[in-house]
């Protein structure tokens, strides 16, 4: 048995973020498939397991972490990787993480899931969607251009956290060569870190099986 | 001049969760007015406050900290209150801290802008925003059921976090005691923190002037 299971399934980027970690970490980890797309996250089962009815779940030596950016945390304290060095470090990474949830993650991620799972088409929704999605694109563009990193001027769990939904830029539908020309570079150098794998190939669960 | 500064405006729940804090740790703080509705936060003068372009921003000592879940990080740690005493602790907080931002203000915090702010009436957007917005009411509710607090058992800047836009069911239309009657309850219980005050009355800038 691995020393780490992470909860999760191949299309949330969320889990795909806790993955990521333990993968450029090195960590001893195994997947344990979440069906959402077959409910499984609203069952009682799942609910006892975390009541917020979320993938990632990440156990460890019995105890069980939700929430991403708390894995991420959990992780680079365990593993003395992406983490900070000092208090300072430790909250300007935790502003990218809070903001990432807040203003990148929550729009983005939704957004890709109308357009590219639930297929609904253009509405009013995936423009609301897409304007927001698009504002924080530009500020993590702008903020990448007078930086390398999104914090502390190495790798960090904010790149890690930033980076979770952004391998999948055509189920969005944004060019980064285009648009954000920053955040493509960036992405480029996170491909280069050892052990990165795309989500798709890193968490169980791609591609989904054809509807009946 | 007080020992802290928060730039704010009174209709931010994020920038009340920051005076909040304030208010309830007994801290010397003074407000500096953020004129959002005509669009300071846009300015090249505000982004170089904050590139990510939001209220609140906390001054102290020559440091700028901006996402309210990093003040009142910040603030715990130099207060000694409302935070944890342990790693356990410090991850359960974090945890509802990230959960707040994904999951309850993000949606809250909008579909509450557009029905009480911006006066879009409904539309298939705060349609979208209202079912997000439940489900994570719902969820708080059920676990408010089973704690008076939401984590560590006794208030905590998680409670600080959380409560932002939450003193304002009218302004996005729900009713505590016949949808969220835990919710409510817990609402009563953060009133009664000596230093609670609501956020019309804490945070410069309401009412709103009348549109000409």
Known sequence: MAEYTLYCFAQSGNAYKAAL?????????????????????????????????EVPVLEHKGKRISQSGVILDYLSERTGKFGWKND?????????????????????ATLRFMISLAKTGETPVTEFL??????????????????????????TIADISICGYLFWPEEFGVDYAKQYP?????????????????????VPGHPLPEKK
């Open 21 to 53: 970690m333990l993968n450029l970490a090195g960590c001893d980890w195994e997947a344990r498939f979440v069906d959402y797309f077959n409910g499984e996250t609203r069952t009682p089962a799942f609910r006892a397991i975390n009541e917020m009815g």
């Open 88 to 108: 300072d470090e430790r909250r300007e990474i935790l502003r990218w993480l809070l903001w990432d949830n807040h203003k990148l993650t929550s729009y983005t």
């Open 130 to 155: 897409r304007q927001r999605s698009s504002t924080a694109l530009g500020i993590l563009n702008d903020h990448l251009g007078k930086a390398d990193w999104v914090a502390a001027g190495r790798p």
């Open 182 to 202: 920053n955040i493509g570079k960036w992405l480029e150098r996170i491909k280069a870190l050892p052990g990165w794998v795309h989500p798709y190939t890193l």
